[in-house]
């Protein structure tokens, strides 16, 4: 169970999803195309979650465990700002108040990954 726990691993799951759900964002509705990538990206949903839970059990050694707390709700309503966007485009409803909510969110969790303890430390000094 160490290697979910990898920073390496959910960075590389994340950016993976973020750039998945731009290329599903970018995508003409009802193509096989988006069906397909949303697909691929509902899987990274999964693996994002899965090594998100594995680094805030491993994060709870750590005297910020209310703040990998935060992190991983910010993560959670980052992936359904995510499907949200997605699906209400899809369905052609105005999805204006979703992005905005997606990009204060993802702001708010990368700067949390970074600035905590197992992250990258070019955040840190803040």
Do not use: C
Not at 32 to 56: C, D, E, N, S, W
Request: aromatic residues 14%; positive net charge.
């Amino acid at each position: 169970m160490d290697f979910l726990a990898s920073t390496h691993l959910h960075i590389a799951t994340w950016a993976i999803g973020i750039i998945l759900f731009l290329i599903a964002a970018i995508l003409t509705n009802g193509s096989k195309g988006q069906k397909i990538t949303h697909m691929v990206l509902r899987l990274f949903y999964v693996f994002i979650i899965i090594t998100g839970i594995a680094l805030f059990i491993e994060g709870m050694n750590f005297d910020m465990g209310m703040l990998y707390g935060l992190k991983l709700i910010g993560g959670i309503l980052v992936i359904g700002m995510m499907e949200m966007v997605l699906v209400r485009s899809k369905k052609h409803k105005p999805t204006t108040m979703f992005w905005i909510l997606l990009f204060v969110f993802l702001f708010i969790t990368m700067f949390l990954g970074f600035k905590l303890p197992m992250g990258f430390n070019f955040l840190a000094s803040i």
